[in-house]
């Protein structure tokens, strides 16, 4: 099954399988426009509602410190970024979705000073459908959240934290802002651009187009089922 880290090996048409294997690139059966239908549909009823409401929902997709990022690292951007939404807006909710390794998180230290702010166990996609616009420290939660066409601010600088990020030039950058699928956010100053942006729905904000390789995973994941039943058919395994 495909993941957006296969990226770069596909692109470089990178081979690992023995050649007389019949191979298949699948994507992955999650994306699939038969069942994300409805969290489309709810989602986009969701944002339309946008002016006839009081609050903004707004869901955050953290990450805790680690082997990617350190102690300091998270409590910065945590703070950066409850201080941002609450210099912004007067009402709202900050949905906060833990990584499920983070169990020692700096929002548990600031949660009782900010009662905006909801710490959840919901499934990405059931959230994401109640809220205005996602913040992410990168996570793959993007891609949950890009299927669903809710906006993503991706706040993260993969100069200062470059493990397991893509070399481009003489910097590094995100596999989701390669695919196209956020507002890249390196510090707080683009962060709280791009926040005042969505929040008055400023219509010069643009985000990159999709790259062709997101188009071509959501289309085969679209298909898996077709094609796994032709394989073993032809195999006479059904």
């Not at 294997?21 to 239908?37: A, C, I, M």
């Not at 790259?211 to 298909?223: E, G, K, P, V």
Request: glycine share 2%; charged share 30%; hydrophobic share 35%.
């Amino acid at each position: 099954m495909g993941h957006p880290a296969d990226y770069l090996e596909i692109d470089e048409e990178n081979e690992f399988t023995s050649s007389d294997l019949e191979k298949v690139f699948t994507g992955h059966p999650k994306y699939s426009r038969r069942w994300l239908k409805k969290y489309k549909e709810k989602a986009n009823s969701f944002r339309s509602s946008f002016t006839e409401r009081e609050e903004t929902n707004i869901l955050v997709i953290s990450r805790g410190y680690g082997s990617y990022i350190d102690e300091e690292s998270q409590k910065d951007l945590v703070e950066a970024t409850v201080q941002v939404v609450d210099k912004h807006l007067s009402n709202y909710n900050l949905f906060v979705k833990k990584h499920p390794r983070e169990t020692d998180s700096h929002w548990d230290k600031i949660a009782d000073s900010y009662p905006s702010i909801k710490i959840i166990e919901e499934h990405i996609l059931d959230i994401a459908c109640k809220v205005d616009f996602a913040i992410t420290f990168w996570s793959s939660g993007a891609m949950d959240c890009a299927t669903l066409e809710v906006p993503v601010i991706e706040f993260y600088d993969p100069n200062k934290h470059p493990k397991q990020q893509i070399p481009q030039e003489d910097s590094f950058t995100t596999i989701y802002r390669k695919l196209g699928l956020v507002y890249a956010a390196n510090d707080k100053n683009d962060f709280e651009k791009f926040v005042s942006s969505l929040i008055t729905k400023d219509s010069n904000i643009s985000s990159e187009r999709p790259h062709a390789f997101y188009h071509d995973l959501m289309d085969r994941s679209n298909l898996w089922e077709e094609k796994i039943e032709k394989i073993l058919a032809v195999n006479n395994l059904i």
